[in-house]
């Protein structure tokens, strides 16, 4: 049979059933009706189906954050048993030291970013190593599991499109390679619209995650390393062990000589110091990337403190802004206004002394 006739034959059926083809329409139609007018209860979730297409819930962010910086950490502990990094040079610093880079950065990169890419795959990742290819990655599924029994931690759906995510796979590569492995941490940061609101510190060779989400819970052993009431009336200012010359000179300058430095490296590392109490400040003075830094921020803005440069301006961690922050960093959990007004009156007679 040809083309055509078959079309004929069609043509004709369609004519025959014109009767069933009304009566189906108009029970369709009354059907439509009466699911609006009688149904007012199925349609939210319907509607909310349709709307929620371009929504990320923030609960589920957090349970997969919380497992990439613990499963980075499953890869570096491995890596570190072995004893075989094949550590490599990326270059050098802005403070002119090694950048090195070992097998364990790789595999870190790989399963934290991979993992989560794999169960939110329209929310934008930004990783240190988001030039390492990977092969065969070890993925996981959601496990509420990570989270503690008694966090109360709600179903926040946001737009998709306003949020971004920040993994470091591994602070503190090169005392990583030197075994001072108390410094090592793998990081998670959620950020909406800008504003860190979920980040995750995990210290692997220690074998505890801190991670808060602002305004809602946090981790137990966040909890339990924060001190209610702490004596924070002499200032005890962290710094970055890799550069402290300059950093430690500036600190003396700015808060007398009667200010004790505690030179730590890691960024996550030295936001737990601040936390705990160990240090009143955590003061970088130079260039630093956005994924050393917003998980800290997230977390210390869950307990009141607060992160910004050293122009006193909080820092933006949307899409649109470069990776690095340049000017500087305090973070504190009291004191930051005493804290920053010194530091920037102390920049600005400087600086005006440098240019006469
Ligand atoms: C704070 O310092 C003490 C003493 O050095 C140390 O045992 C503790 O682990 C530090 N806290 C954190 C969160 O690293």
Redesign the pocket.
């Known amino acids: 049979m040809s083309y055509a006739k078959r079309g004929e034959k069609m043509g004709g059926t369609i004519r025959i059933n014109r009767v069933p083809a009304t009566i189906a329409l108009v029970l369709v139609t009354i059907l439509i009706v009466y699911f609006v007018n009688f149904h007012q209860d199925e349609r939210p979730a319907l509607y909310g189906m349709l709307r929620n297409q371009n929504k990320v819930n923030l609960r589920k962010l957090l349970i997969g954050a919380i497992q990439a910086a613990q499963r980075g950490g499953v890869e570096i502990l491995d890596v570190a048993s072995t004893r075989d990094l094949n550590e490599r040079s990326k270059g050098k610093t802005d403070e002119g030291a090694n950048d090195p880079f070992t097998d364990a950065d790789g595999r870190s990169h790989c399963v934290m970013k991979e993992g989560l890419h794999r169960i939110f795959p329209r929310v934008k990742i930004y990783s240190e190593e988001d030039k390492e290819s990977c092969t065969n990655v070890n993925t996981f599924d959601l496990d509420p599991t990570v989270l503690h029994e008694t966090a109360v931690l709600p179903n926040e759906l946001v737009d998709i499109k306003d949020v971004t995510v920040w993994i470091d796979p591994l602070d503190a590569t090169q005392e990583f390679t030197e075994k001072l492995y108390?410094y090592v941490t793998t990081m998670v940061c959620v950020a909406v619209n800008g504003k860190p609101i979920i980040g995750v510190i995990h210290s692997p060779f220690i074998g505890q995650t801190a991670w808060a989400w602002v305004d809602h819970s946090m981790s137990e052993y966040l909890d339990s390393?924060h001190p209610i009431d702490a004596d924070t009336s002499k200032p005890l200012i962290t710094v970055s062990r890799s550069h402290a010359g300059s950093v430690k000179e500036l600190t003396r300058n700015v808060f007398g000589e009667n200010s004790e430095i505690l030179t730590a490296a890691g960024a996550g590392?030295k936001v737990?110091?601040v936390?705990?109490n160990?240090a009143t400040a955590y003061l970088h003075s130079t260039k630093i990337k956005k994924w050393d830094i917003c998980a800290g921020d997230a977390i210390l803005n869950a307990l009141g403190g607060v992160m910004t440069n050293l122009n006193d301006e909080l820092i933006d961690y949307g899409p649109h802004g470069s990776a690095v922050n340049d000017q500087g960093l305090l973070a504190t959990l009291k004191n930051h206004n005493e804290y920053i007004e010194k530091l920037m009156e102390y920049r600005k007679s400087h600086t005006a002394a440098v240019r006469r």
């Open positions: 108390q390393i590392y737990l110091q936390i705990s160990n």
